[in-house]
């Protein structure tokens, strides 16, 4: 039963998103929350393989009924884009997500894989030597995260495209089979769908470029492929349209926006998730006048938003109908239990950017302190 200290926060809440209820114990009673842990890449998966340690970075942020999305999952072996991230595409990686996915749900939380391949984002220092694949060829000019230029990619031929909507097939399945109670294709943030879906990026002359129909054509079939694997109550997207990261940007991302919200309608999807417009450039808030208000309107499954939230913006957008819920990243990093901070409107602590990418399995990823300060294994 809600309080009604719990009702003067929008974030903590009532809400169903499809078959999940989403709720939260603290302080001996039960809130609902619309408090996301939103993807973020750790760079923890030594070998591509999810870690032992992961198991406590992930059950630290579960509350009973709470939200998480794991950190990206690469489809396969052609999208090493960084070292030390996370692979969903063969057998050991699979048993070795179980645990930790089982971890969360014994603390009751609701998990879901996010699938990934970055395309032409790709580090240079792939001891197979492959080039990346792309909607292009045009290389990125931008230096990875490490001061070194990424590797030039290669144009993926249109025969070689349902390969790579497979092996979204085949990651979504078996997300399932670890134990992951759904999946968030990765459709933004200059990785390879986005590469297919903006127009300043694709520069292709077949079926899947051109138009704003052939350019989503890519994520639409990836989209569907992984429906039919799993099913559409299981199924989450994630996009940013208003974004140029790793120079991925378009000319017109509200149309690009609505388009993909309409078409992922036809496939009833569970949720979408949408990076604000403010969130143009990777780690940097700018001003801006564009919205997602449309999308919002025009999707009809629940709404995500995520860009750079604080407690007041979050209970604001939920407050407003701006969306279902909000996902936080950098804050929920830093805050393992940042839905009991919400709550008593707690001081929140301050991240380290220079520990977000580090291999450390404890520095930078365990280590951020609870309100008590005294036990890290609880979120609440």
Known sequence: ME????????????????????????????????VVVAPMTRQRAYGYIAQPQAKLYYTQRTTPGGFLISESCAVSHTTKGYPDIPGIWTREQVEAWKPIVD????????????????GRVFNQDQPNGEAPVSS?????????????????PR????????????????????????????VEVHGAHGYLIDQF????????SDQYGGSLENRCRFAVEVVKAVVKEIGSDRVGIRLSPFADYMESGDSNPEALGLYMVQEMNKHGILYCHMVEPRMKLLEEMSECTESLTPMRKA??????????????????????????LV???????ANPDLPRRFELDAPLNKYDRSTFYTSDPVVGYTDYPFLDNTDTSASC
């Not at 749900?105 to 879901?112: D, E, S, T």
């Not at 909507?165 to 134990?179: L, Q, S, T």
């Not at 879906?197 to 292709?204: C, E, P, S």
């Open 197 to 204: 879906l903006k127009d300043k990026v694709n520069d292709r």
């Open 136 to 152: 292009t060829d045009k290389p990125l000019t931008c230096n990875n995260i490490y001061g070194g230029q990424f590797t030039p």
């Open 155 to 182: 144009r993926l031929r249109t025969e070689e495209i349902p390969a790579i909507v497979n092996d979204f097939r085949v990651a979504a399945r078996n997300a399932m089979e670890a134990g992951f109670d759904g």
């Open 327 to 333: 996902g936080y990243g950098r804050t929920f990093l």
């Open 103 to 118: 971890a969360v749900h014994a603390k009751g939380g609701i998990f879901f894989c996010q699938i990934w391949h970055g």
């Open 299 to 324: 999707f009809k499954g629940t709404f995500i938003v995520a860009g750079g939230y604080s407690r007041e913006d979050g209970n604001k957008v939920v407050e407003e109908g701006g969306a279902d």
């Open 3 to 34: 309080t009604k200290e719990s009702k003067s926060i929008p974030l903590l809440t009532s809400y169903k998103m499809g078959p999940f209820n989403l709720s939260h114990r603290c302080s001996n009673r039960r809130l609902r929350i619309r």
